[in-house]
């Protein structure tokens, strides 16, 4: 499967956004569905995931408490992570990933393919 994440951009701090990763060759419907973002300088990281169906999600604890949302459509072979109340710690590449097996993990070597990432930028 390939996946073309797109929707970053430069927001002000408070301002949200809503990421977008399009899906295209295997059923889109066969994948687990995560988020993850990498600041300058640390680790690719955890954000969340969405099971197959889209019925249970799965957050890191800085993206639960309704601050990020994951959702999918099947339909249309996209999977959505909407941010509100961005803040400048949120700066990051975020890349969304497949996952072939059914747990909506939060370690990078379980999901099988990755997209290229988008920039969010968020200022002060």
């Known amino acids: 499967v390939q996946l073309q994440a797109s929707g970053g951009g430069l927001v002000q701090a408070g301002g949200s956004l809503r990421l977008s990763c399009a899906a295209s060759?295997?059923?889109?419907?066969?994948?687990?569905m995560g988020w993850f973002r990498q600041a300058p300088g640390k680790e690719r990281e955890f954000v969340a995931a969405i099971s197959r169906g889209g019925g249970v999600t799965n957050y890191a604890d800085f993206a639960a408490k309704g601050r990020f949302a994951i959702s999918r459509n099947n339909a249309k072979n996209t999977v959505y992570l909407q941010m509100l109340s961005l803040t400048p710690e949120d700066t990051a590449i975020y890349y969304c990933a497949a996952d072939l097996s059914s747990d909506l993990g939060y370690r990078t070597d379980e999901y099988d393919y990755w997209g290229q990432g988008t920039l969010v930028t968020v200022s002060s």
């Open positions: 060759g295997r059923a889109f419907n066969s994948y687990v």
